[in-house]
């Protein structure tokens, strides 16, 4: 059964962690270049799979023992929040424009690049945290998911109008506070078990 509960969390901390990422910023500039839903069906593709790793790996860590598992995500969450406090703006990145404007070139080329700079990223290590420590790999997923969708759909239909109204900076405090919270609740109930 899902819990709405544990979608609701996980949907609020992966999309504000996601909001800042560059990705967010490539499928603004994918959207503005190509057709919109070309782009995202790529990219809600790249981003479901890794989704399904993340909580592969997070459902692995549920077999360890409540103590350790809370431990661990207590430090991994602080250390994603330092990661989005400290991390520096990489600019624009170049995106390779495919050479036509077909369904299968487009979503290809947002599946790939989505796939490649996502992989072991902060948002995916918080989804296999988010996994280990509710133990409920649907509601996990469906979260993640959500929110990666999100995001993209954000960044390739109306990122532009979004950034002039609220400051990255902002955003990416937010998911750190967001963080940090979950990481000392986390290392509590370690050190209380």
Do not use: C
């Not at 992989?119 to 469906?142: C, H, K, W």
């Not at 532009?160 to 963080?179: D, S």
Request: charged letters at 15%; a neutral charge.
């Amino acid at each position: 059964m899902i819990s709405f509960t544990v979608t609701a969390i996980v949907f609020g901390v992966v999309f504000l962690a996601e909001l800042p990422d560059k990705t967010a910023l490539a499928g603004l500039v994918l959207g503005t270049r190509y057709r919109a839903s070309y782009v995202f069906a790529g990219v809600a593709a790249a981003f479901a799979l890794h989704v399904v790793l993340a909580v592969a790996a997070g459902s692995v860590l549920t077999l360890l023992p409540q103590q350790i598992v809370h431990a661990v995500t207590g430090v991994l969450f602080l250390g994603g929040a330092a990661m989005l406090l400290l991390k520096k703006d990489d600019g624009d990145e170049e995106i390779r424009r495919p050479e036509d404007q077909s369904f299968w070139k487009v979503a290809g080329a947002g599946f790939m690049l989505i796939l490649v700079a996502e992989f072991g990223d902060l948002t995916q290590i918080m989804t296999a945290n988010l996994a280990a420590r509710y133990d409920d790999p649907v509601s996990v997923g469906l979260g993640a998911v959500l929110a990666l969708w999100a995001v993209a759909g954000l960044g390739i239909v109306g990122g532009r109008a979004l950034m002039k109204r609220v400051p990255l900076g902002l955003i990416t405090k937010i998911a750190a506070v967001l963080m940090a919270g979950l990481g000392v609740w986390s290392l509590w109930e370690a050190a209380t078990a």
